[in-house]
């Protein structure tokens, strides 16, 4: 009976309307929206349409960039490396890096529904399980432990088998999967082909690089099969997985595309503590016409790690000091926003082998044949074999630096290999010191912030980079590869030459977090608390790559999936320590249902 009369209050609340796509600001009819999302990303995606399972929330999705619906570079796999540089990447750049004798670097994101889950490399890691351990110390929060968050890596997953059906048993753990989430997860279609025979030979005859059945374990020490976000030779994005024909049909979701957040205000401060549930939005091919909107219950930034702080920065919640030397009246101080990015660079090095070039990809044939059957090279990415190591534990590099990584069950470096007559790893470093920034460059929100990774500032970095050369070395040592490796190509690791190839060499792979970062309640740190609000406001969290607090060790689409689901989740509940915007969902909500602090917002 009460949710009877209920329903029947909401429906008049927001009569016979149905969710639609809008292309444009001046299109979006009037409506009250319960909560406002800010970028149709990785997370906003997941976050829009885990809100939207309940029918009495509205939800309004605003995306700066257009639909990924009928872009055939965004579904086909093997035309990723086409995507940057389009109009479905923001196309920015770091400024000079010192660490790098002044070079810069382009950092591609996502700038279309889906965000950089669909412009991305598609690699599928969720990290070590003492990663997320680091969260729930770094925030005091234990719900963000590996053991409690593994759940929501399993509900956002469907594995799927590869196209043509080949035999993977024994190259994935079946125990450590979801098998009927959103985001398609599969191993390439393409069996081992002899230059893996090698590496596989390599676990059986050098005990520091066992094979490990599963890098998606929580334990990804060893050598694994990759393992991508690619289903039926298609790439699943956020936006395929999460905002679907079926979501986008519900009446209680509402998309806006083109239309770029420019600042959030306050509703008016509640007792103390601000109340931040109102929009300014601009259409995204710029000007100077502007649009509020308010949220009845929750503002949701989810633009990324480069645009969640650039929009709290525009709107006074930064760094007082930076703030005003831009004209910028602070309304929150909180001087971690956009501080402390870590990053994963990346380093190629090279050795000349007893092989021969594959067969170039007729790229035609390949696109024909992915039209016709989902078949051949453009279904799955190149990239095979992954290595996940640390650095050992005698290694001189402990002299003189103390272990960065999370604990012992997390790697340091990855290598992922490439045969051929040019034969070699690409070493990822898991576990920078280096940090890097983004901060505003003008109070124009069309101007691009100034993005600084901060490469090779702390000496760490290139230390354990020439370890991962030292670690190839040891790796290419084994009988798999007499006759088969020959020489280097790259620099000795053990020389000066070395380190001015890194300078001029090393590069991202895309993975800056920490601008949001969340920490402990109270702590001086940080941007959020552990659920995810905006620490001395009310009204308004951030949920995206950004609010992650310990840079996982592994490519980070896994933790921003695992992050947003339990986003939605903590959302859902709402906290009875605020009075709004909670108070309605209070008053409506039968007695019986509330707990002691925590209530259920009806669903
Ligand atoms: C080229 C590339 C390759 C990568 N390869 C891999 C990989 O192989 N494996 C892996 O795990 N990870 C990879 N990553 C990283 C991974 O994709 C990201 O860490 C993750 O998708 C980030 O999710 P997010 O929700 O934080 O942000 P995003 O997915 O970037 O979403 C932010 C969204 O907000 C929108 N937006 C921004 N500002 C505004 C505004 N002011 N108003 C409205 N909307 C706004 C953006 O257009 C975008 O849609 C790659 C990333 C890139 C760019
Ligand atoms: C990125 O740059 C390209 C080439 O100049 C341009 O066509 C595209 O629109 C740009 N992307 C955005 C989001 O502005
Ligand atoms: C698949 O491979 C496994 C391990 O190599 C083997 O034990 C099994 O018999 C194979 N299954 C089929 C159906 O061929
Ligand atoms: C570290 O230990 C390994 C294995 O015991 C050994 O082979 C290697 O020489 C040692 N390295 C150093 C630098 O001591
Ligand atoms: C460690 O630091 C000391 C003192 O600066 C230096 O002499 C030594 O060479 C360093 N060791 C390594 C392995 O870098
Ligand atoms: C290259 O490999 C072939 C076998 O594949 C072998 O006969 C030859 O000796 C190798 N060459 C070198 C230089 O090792
Ligand atoms: C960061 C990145 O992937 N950059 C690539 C963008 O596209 C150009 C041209 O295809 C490549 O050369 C870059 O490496």
């Not at 086909?76 to 086409?82: H, I, K, N």
């Not at 926003?337 to 380093?347: E, T």
């Not at 990584?405 to 045969?419: D, I, R, T, V, W």
Request: glycine share 10%; proline share 8%; aromatic share 8%.
């Amino acid at each position: 009976m009460q949710l009877g009369a209920l329903s029947l209050l909401f429906a008049l609340a927001a009569p016979f309307a149905s969710g639609k796509v809008y292309d444009s600001l001046t299109s979006l009819p009037s409506r009250n929206y319960d909560f406002i999302i800010v970028g149709g990303g990785n997370a906003g995606a997941v976050i829009s349409s885990r809100l939207t399972e309940n029918s009495r929330f509205t939800i309004l999705l605003v995306e700066a960039g257009p639909d990924n619906e009928g872009v055939l570079e965004l579904q086909v796999p093997g035309l990723q490396t086409s995507l940057n540089g389009t109009r479905y990447d923001w196309n920015y750049t770091t400024v000079p890096q010192t660490g790098l004798n002044g070079r810069t670097i382009d950092l591609p994101r996502g700038h279309v529904l889906g965000g950089s889950s669909s412009i991305n490399g598609m690699v599928y890691t969720r990290g070590a399980a003492d990663d997320y351990d680091a969260w729930a110390r770094i925030t005091g929060d234990p719900g963000w432990s590996w053991k409690r968050i593994f759940p929501y890596a399993k509900k956002h997953e469907r594995w799927m088998a590869p196209v043509g059906g080949r035999n993977i048993t024994g190259q994935y753990d079946p125990k450590v999967h979801g098998y009927s989430g959103n985001t398609h997860v599969s191993l390439r279609q393409t069996p081992a082909e002899p230059f893996d025979e090698r590496l596989f030979q390599t676990t059986r005859e050098l005990p520091e690089f066992p094979f490990s059945l599963d890098p998606n374990s929580g334990y990804p020490l060893g050598l694994s099969w990759t393992q991508s976000t690619i289903g039926n030779g298609e790439r699943s994005s956020a936006a395929t997985g999460y905002l679907s024909a079926p979501v986008r049909a519900r009446p209680n979701l509402d998309i806006l595309l083109n239309t770029q957040a420019t600042r959030v205000l306050s509703t008016g401060p509640l007792g103390k503590q601000l109340d931040i549930r109102t929009v300014e939005l601009a259409p995204r091919s710029g000007g100077t016409a502007r649009k509020t909107l308010t949220a009845s219950k929750e503002l949701v930034l989810s633009a990324g790690v480069i645009n969640s702080p650039q929009i709290l920065m525009l709107s006074g919640i930064g760094d007082r000091e930076h703030l005003s030397a831009l004209g910028i009246k602070t309304i929150l101080d909180l001087p971690a926003v956009g501080k402390d990015m870590p990053d994963h660079a990346i380093n190629v090095v090279l050795w000349a082998a007893n092989d021969t070039a594959p067969p170039p990809i007729d790229h035609v044939a390949a696109l024909e044949e992915w039209k016709t059957s989902r078949s051949g090279p453009y279904t799955e990415h190149r990239r095979m074999q992954t290595l996940w190591s640390r650095i050992p534990s005698n290694s001189s590099i402990w002299q003189n630096e103390t272990d960065p990584s999370s604990g012992k069950n997390a790697p340091h470096l990855e290598l992922y290999f490439a045969g051929g007559p040019r034969t070699g790893a690409a070493i990822i470093l898991l576990t920078p010191k280096s940090r890097g920034s983004v901060s505003l460059a003008s109070s124009d929100p069309f101007t691009h912030p100034v993005i600084d990774l901060g490469y090779l500032t702390r000496p760490f970095d290139l230390k354990a980079i020439r370890e991962g050369a030292r670690l190839l070395q040891r790796f290419f040592s084994g009988p798999a590869w007499t006759g088969y490796v020959l020489a280097p190509i790259t620099p000795d690791p053990e020389t000066p030459a070395f380190d001015e190839f890194v300078r001029g060499r090393i590069t991202t792979v895309f993975h800056p977090t920490g601008t949001t970062a969340m920490s402990r309640r109270g702590a001086k740190t940080g941007v959020l608390d552990p659920d995810l609000k905006v620490k001395g406001a009310k009204g308004l969290r951030v949920v995206d790559a950004g609010s992650i607090p310990f840079l996982p060790a592994g490519h980070t689409q896994a933790a921003v999936y695992i992050l947003a689901e339990r986003a939605a989740d903590l959302i859902k509940s709402c906290v009875v320590e605020s009075i709004s915007p909670c108070i309605r969902s209070i008053f409506i909500q039968p007695l019986a249902r509330i707990t002691k602090y925590r209530t259920e917002w009806l669903s």
